[in-house]
């Protein structure tokens, strides 16, 4: 069980915006900024977001991130065959005194 | 460019040790924080471990606590995993990633396998 929860599964059509929510505690995101992390299959972990809602140099503006109180959300407009991955928020806990990340959200493009 | 590539996975036996490298070049090795991260097979991401740039801080998930150690080295641009008392459960992929508010950038993981 994930001290950060996410939905298992979110599906949307080619051209479609989807959102992928992510809900923690004052511990950890209600008191520090949140990562999102896609991860396409085989391969490593990508920072899709980070600072809530910056994004990295080269993520494309399709990709978009916001937080507010205990709750992040990763947003996804103009869906594309190839978003099609799992996709991971990830936050500081200040109780635990650890980095903890969601339990993941694969997205289906149909 | 950043680079981080890991290295010394393995099958082991339970009960028995490891030691994870990750060579890091591209970037100024002693500027930040450096994680490990792993991921148990169809399973989702955990973190493991940190360090903080002069390795005067480290943190670690309790499942971890006491079995697994976290070290660098500044001059030679590496990260260190050291794994003791190796359990069925440490099974995983285990990613080497630079911190900057977060793991940034991640190296293409190494896979230790614990099984007899």
């Known amino acids: 069980q994930s001290v950060l929860t996410q939905p298992p599964s979110a599906s949307g059509t080619p051209g479609q915006r989807v959102t992928i929510s992510c809900s923690g505690s004052s511990s950890n995101i209600g008191s520090n900024t949140v990562n999102w992390y896609q991860q396409l299959p085989g391969t490593a972990p990508k920072l899709l977001v980070n600072s809530n809602n910056q994004r990295p140099s080269g993520v494309p503006d399709r990709f978009s991130g916001s937080k507010s109180g205990t709750s992040a959300s990763l947003a996804i407009s103009g869906l594309q065959s190839e978003d099609e991955a799992d996709y991971y928020c990830?936050?500081?806990?200040?109780?635990?005194?650890?980095?903890?990340f969601g339990g993941g959200t694969k997205l289906t493009v149909l | 460019e950043v680079q981080l590539v890991e290295s010394g996975g393995g099958l082991v036996q339970p009960g028995g040790s490891l030691r994870l490298s990750c060579a890091a070049s591209g970037f100024t090795f002693s500027g930040y924080w450096m994680t490990w991260v792993r991921q148990a097979p169809g399973k989702g991401l955990e973190w493991v471990a940190n360090?903080?740039?002069?390795?005067?801080?480290?943190y670690y998930v309790d499942s971890v606590k006491g079995r697994f150690t976290i070290s660098r080295d500044n001059a030679k641009n590496s990260l260190y995993l050291q794994m003791n008392s190796l359990r069925a459960e440490d099974t995983a992929m285990y990613y080497c990633?630079?911190?900057?508010?977060?793991?940034?950038?991640w190296g293409q993981g190494t896979l230790v396998t614990v099984s007899s």
């Open positions: 990633a630079r911190s900057q508010g977060g793991p940034d950038y």
């Open positions: 990830a936050v500081w806990d200040d109780s635990l005194n650890g980095r903890v």
């Open positions: 360090i903080k740039q002069d390795g005067s801080e480290k």
